[in-house]
């Protein structure tokens, strides 16, 4: 018995590790952002579950300043480009209102963060007892690539569908959004809605629930995007419309124009619009059709909430 290590009950477990530290900046940034967009103290103390006392070290304490509060990002481990993206989603969703999906979108975050070791040499420094080849958090909070994603481009599309004026951007053919995994091979490993987002007037609709290898056009041409090593794995097509050209210049967004093709197929199309995005590396196309194609704005993104959030952006400007 005299042998037995117990050092295990002394170590930082990783579900401490992200409350200690990771959390702690996810409430501080989200509570200055809330703050500078008009919200009372006492609203994001409510927003984020804490005082109001604390709400107020965020806004005030010095330690607690965006700089610090990346700085301390960095020494974790972690990207902030990455991580303010991440944010921008958290913000995106609180203001909708949709807090069972804030919650289950940290829940997500957290895990991925510890199944994919991000947190692991920060771990290591701060606590000697952890051992140097310790690697159990990549087996148990692995999150399902294909539950998460099917969630994503459902909850994406709910947004989207109830946003009045939507719409208006939706082309004559239809609309899709499609969504690729991590390391898509073919069709099959792409996520989309059977058929066509439709436009109701208003709103949009579509029928039935999201399938693997459906929309082969929006799915090669994310194929072609993901095997090139972008980090978009999302798309969805729009109409060329004022109130995108609108958003493109109020929001100062590097795009890109392709087109019009007098004689290239739709698969030359495809081709033109993923060789654009990889050698730019931007997020937005304004191709211009040609014969018989009608032309579409074609926005790319990490996932279909971002896209459910740029959508949301054009319509507040129409």
Request: proline share 4%.
């Amino acid at each position: 018995m005299s042998n037995i290590d117990l050092r295990v009950f002394l170590m930082i477990l990783p579900h401490a590790l992200i409350a200690r530290n990771v959390e702690v900046i996810i409430k501080t940034l989200i509570a200055q952002r809330l703050y500078r967009e008009g919200f009372s103290q006492l609203d994001i103390a409510r927003i984020l579950g804490v005082s109001q006392p604390t709400v107020n070290m965020y806004l005030k304490d010095p330690s607690y300043s965006q700089e610090n509060m990346m700085k301390r990002l960095k020494e974790i481990g972690l990207d902030p480009k990455e991580f303010n993206d991440f944010l921008e989603e958290i913000m995106f969703l609180i203001k909708r209102g949709l807090t069972e999906d804030v919650l289950r979108r940290l829940v997500v975050y957290s895990n991925s963060l510890l199944s994919s070791l991000k947190l692991c040499d920060y771990h290591k420094r701060i606590d000697p007892s952890v051992p140097r080849d310790c690697k159990i958090c990549s087996e148990l909070f692995l999150v399902s690539e294909d539950i998460q994603m099917i969630y994503d481009l459902e909850k994406a599309f709910e947004i989207i569908s109830s946003i009045r004026g939507v719409g208006a951007l939706i082309p004559e053919v239809g609309s899709n959004i499609a969504y690729a995994k991590r390391d898509a091979k073919d069709l099959g490993m792409i996520l989309a809605y059977p058929g066509r987002i439709v436009s109701t007037g208003d709103y949009a609709a579509v029928v039935g629930r999201p399938r693997w290898g459906e929309s082969g056009h929006l799915g090669r041409i994310l194929l072609r995007i993901v095997g090139g090593g972008s980090k978009y794995r999302s798309v969805m097509n729009l109409r060329l419309h004022p109130c995108v050209e609108k958003w493109l210049h109020n929001k100062n967004i590097s795009h890109a124009e392709t087109g019009p093709h007098d004689r290239a197929s739709i698969r030359d199309i495809e081709k033109i619009i993923s060789d654009t995005v990889l050698e730019r590396n931007i997020f937005v196309i304004k191709d211009l059709g040609g014969p018989w194609i009608e032309p579409n704005i074609y926005i790319f993104a990490e996932n279909p909430l971002k896209i459910a959030q740029y959508i949301s952006e054009i319509i507040s400007l129409c």
